[in-house]
């Protein structure tokens, strides 16, 4: 079973930048495809960038693409989002995910975490 903390959220003005780090336990994780989800209240889960287990290849969806990029540490067990130019419309909470097959669907999600919040102000 994987377990996810993620950190690294906070308040940022509109350009600015952050790192989310998720620290991952479980003897699986070298081995699974981990990502990054968002949501605010009242809309669903969104998809926001996946990575595989060897970091070689990664996936973003359109609007963060050129500004996010995921990467992952296995030695150090350890997911992480870099956000530049970020807008206000990147406001949200982030979840770390471990995928159970590489997909951008929530449902194919094996483990997330408790999220952390992302506020980009005008």
């Known amino acids: 079973q994987v377990q996810l903390v993620e950190s690294g959220g906070g308040l940022v003005q509109a350009g600015g930048s952050l790192r989310l780090s998720c620290a991952v336990s479980?003897?699986?994780?070298?081995?699974?495809?981990m990502g990054w989800f968002r949501q605010v209240p009242g809309k669903e889960r969104e998809f926001v960038a996946r990575i595989s287990w060897n970091g070689m290849f990664t996936y973003y969806t359109d609007s963060v693409k050129g500004r996010f990029t995921i990467s992952r540490d296995n030695a150090k067990l350890m997911v992480y989002l870099q956000m530049s130019s970020l807008k206000p419309e990147d406001t949200a909470t982030y979840y770390c995910?471990?995928?159970?097959?590489?997909?951008?669907?929530?449902?194919?999600?094996?483990?997330w975490g408790k999220g952390t919040l992302v506020t980009v102000s005008s």
């Open positions: 995910a471990g995928f159970t097959v590489p997909s951008t669907n929530a449902r194919d999600v094996g483990a």
């Open positions: 479980g003897r699986t994780f070298s081995t699974t495809v």
